[in-house]
């Protein structure tokens, strides 16, 4: 081994423990910012080292300036100009073009060793030929799906799961296809074509196995196949025998795995049943307790305003309704107007709220409210029989109290919020639609609660001169 | 890059492969919940070093088709790392204290 090549060594070891502080320091939001900016300055060491240090590099620069140039552009006007309610569908797009970029590694190592001139190390022959065809499958998986993704939360492609008669049976023969071929293409024939079969039906499944399943569950989702293009990842590292890919890859396929599942727990639901149990599928099944009309008590804007501004214990209930309006400003405004009137204000955040967790802090962070005061489900949850007013706004599913009784409500099950539990409970809500997941909510009906119709942004403007005039 | 990986070289790579999963796993699994966004950002960022491949190919790519290949994937893994930390460090500068609040 030449001193170059111990020198690579180092450069991919000092990266690598940069990725790995970089989601160490995630634990905390004091240091989270520093372990990002930590990993970004590891992923520059190791893209200049690249650059600068790879034999072959200098006759072909121009590619990677120019594709650089280009992924750069696109990377930080996307990722600037998006705004904060976008992000969940921004982070898809970012990992689908992850996995399309280790999907192309793959095939054009794959053509490369077809013809004999491999850019990476020639492995032991076998290896090499499994890691392409993984690298290629699961990258374009990724790449399909992320888009798919993207497209549901962004609203091109409809939310609701969308399913036809025999679809589990054509994505159930699509991996068998994938199966097949990959066992033909790795013992049996090295053949071009096949292997661009091969990647053909890979994008094909992505788009089949997300299609089925709901807008709701999309964050679990991109957890999932920001985990499969970190598994992609690693399998090119292996095909090229580079270990700053292996290890990182390695990493954030085993992150996003664990993520993935501490998410579904959230939900209280397996993974198997997100991916194919069509969730939330909308006017389909109405348990019998919660059919019929619901009636509901309406209230207006100065009524609830008086009720919170002489309340002792109010909890803010945020959810998707309030990204939506951007109302997080506002929101915080009347958290400011209630503390100065001596009212305990309090966030109780549920895992999944929004469409992402942790998506409803950081649009709460963005509008200035101090951490301190959001509070995670299991931490509050028992403080909503000891409140007065339970404010929630733009969420839905996770207030659910059918959850808690109704066995035959689909998301019997799932940890709520007990915002039924306090003493009032105001919703602010565009209409009586249903949730994401398409279930009515008996919340609404309940004696306790009262209705505040309206866009949440302008409602919670109105609490907001209305707690002022109180 | 590393030589032709001989079978030795090859139990490396597992032992390394191995290692880095239990990290991955055991890194995260601390997280609190409410910083689950930034971190599927975060670590969507940082298999962003796919990029380090695609410039390898890009490297030894000696026809029209390798190079337009190289192309594509220099260009998705650039998309896939820049905008990855950008977007990661948006978020995260949206959990910093506001000044006076304590602790």
Known sequence: MSGEQVVTLLVYLVASVTFILALKFLASPRTARTGNLLGAGGMALVVAWTLLRTPGMLEHWWIVGVAGIAGSVIGVLGARRV??????QMVAIFNGAGGGAAATVALSEFLSSASGRAAGAGLLPIVPVIATLAGAVIGGVS???????????QGFIPGRPVTYPGSRLV?????GAIVVLGVVLALI??????????????LVTGVALVMPIGGADMPVVISLLNSYTGIAVAATGFVLGNYALLIAGTLVGASGAILTQLMCKAMNRSIFNVLFGAFGTGGGVVSAGAAGEQTAREINAEDAAVLMAYAKK???????????AQAQGPVRELMDLLIARGVDV???????????????????AEANVPYDRLKEMDEINDAFPTTDVALVIGANDVTNPAARTDQSSPIYGMPILNVDQAEHVVVLKRSMATGFAGIPNPLYSDPRTAMLFGDAKQTVQALVSGVKNA | MTDALDPRALIDALVILVLAAFVGYEVVSKVPTMLHTPLMSGANAVHGVIVVGAMLVAASADDPLRVVLALVAVVLG???V???????????????????DKG
Do not use: C
């Open chain 2, 78 to 80: 650039t998309i896939n």
């Open chain 1, 83 to 88: 705004p904060m309610t976008a992000m969940p």
């Open chain 1, 346 to 364: 309090e966030f109780a955040i549920h895992p999944v709220a929004g469409r992402m967790p942790g998506h409803m802090n950081v649009l709460l």
């Open chain 2, 82 to 100: 820049v905008g990855g930390f950008v977007v990661t460090d948006r978020m995260l500068e949206m959990f910093r204290r506001r000044p006076g």
């Open chain 1, 314 to 324: 109010v909890i803010i209930v945020p959810g998707y309704g309030m990204a939506v």
């Open chain 1, 171 to 175: 994505a159930a023969l699509l991996l």
């Open chain 1, 189 to 202: 024939v090295n053949s071009v074509p096949l292997f661009l079969l091969f990647v053909a039906i890979a």
């Open chain 1, 143 to 153: 790449l399909t799906g992320s888009v798919v993704a993207f497209g549901k939360l």
